[in-house]
């Protein structure tokens, strides 16, 4: 199965907002309304910090948002913060392929 | 509060076999899909299976498909990943993980480290 695409960088001040992209296809991001975002800090496992497209599991703040248009999905993080320096990884549901990862990207505060 | 514990990760020869387990606590485990994702050094996440609450519903990534067997027992709360026939691209630290929601995994263990090399 062909992993979805996002940019491997992205960075922002404290107190920007960024968004991250994760393009998919018809068979999956586009597909089905079940795009989530992972954070995951050096040596840690991954979060879960949004999932079905634009919800929030409980504890995440409300700074975290997702979005979905077509075959693209984003990630936006407001008001910047240190601590939001990780890297993000979205995934989809991807039909017979179950579930499929975006590469990754690694979010800078500046 | 949810716990997560994955076990058996190590260094094994290329063909060779190991099983990984995953203890849970904190919730109803038997209600709920559990899934397997491994990450290998430095690189992305790679989801490989998972299985329904009631273990008849069993999916696989191809990467895996016919060399890893996922299971679970309810009764002890536990997870389990066999695999066999494993080659060099396996090595990768392995995560189970519940899944309260559709297609999407929370929380995750810490994870076990599986090392495949002669």
């Known amino acids: 199965q062909t992993a979805l695409t996002q940019p491997p960088s992205a960075s922002g001040s404290p107190g920007q907002s960024v968004a991250i992209s994760c393009t998919g296809t018809s068979s999956d991001v586009g597909g089905y309304n079940y795009v989530s975002w992972y954070q995951q800090h050096p040596g840690q496992a991954p979060k879960l910090i949004i999932y079905e497209v634009n919800k929030r599991p409980s504890g995440v703040p409300d700074r975290f948002s997702g979005s979905k248009s077509g075959n693209t999905a984003s990630l936006t993080v407001s008001g910047l913060q240190a601590e939001d320096e990780a890297d993000y990884y979205c995934?989809?549901?991807?039909?017979?392929?179950?579930?499929?990862f975006g590469g990754g990207t690694k979010l800078t505060v500046l | 509060q949810v716990r997560l514990v994955e076990s058996g990760g190590g260094l094994v020869e290329p063909g060779g076999s190991l099983r990984l387990s995953c203890a849970a606590s904190g919730f109803t485990f038997r209600d709920l899909y559990m899934t397997w994702i491994r990450q290998a050094p430095g690189k992305g996440l790679e989801w490989v299976s998972k299985i329904s609450g009631s273990g008849n519903d069993i999916y696989y990534a191809d990467s895996v498909k016919g060399r890893f067997t996922i299971s679970r027992d309810n009764a002890k709360n536990s997870l389990y990943l066999q695999m066999n026939s494993l080659r060099v691209e396996d090595t990768a630290v392995y995560y189970c993980a519940r899944d309260p929601y559709h297609y999407a995994s929370d929380p995750w263990g810490p994870g076990t480290l599986v090392t495949v090399s002669a």
């Open positions: 995934s989809s549901h991807g039909g017979i392929t179950n579930v499929v």
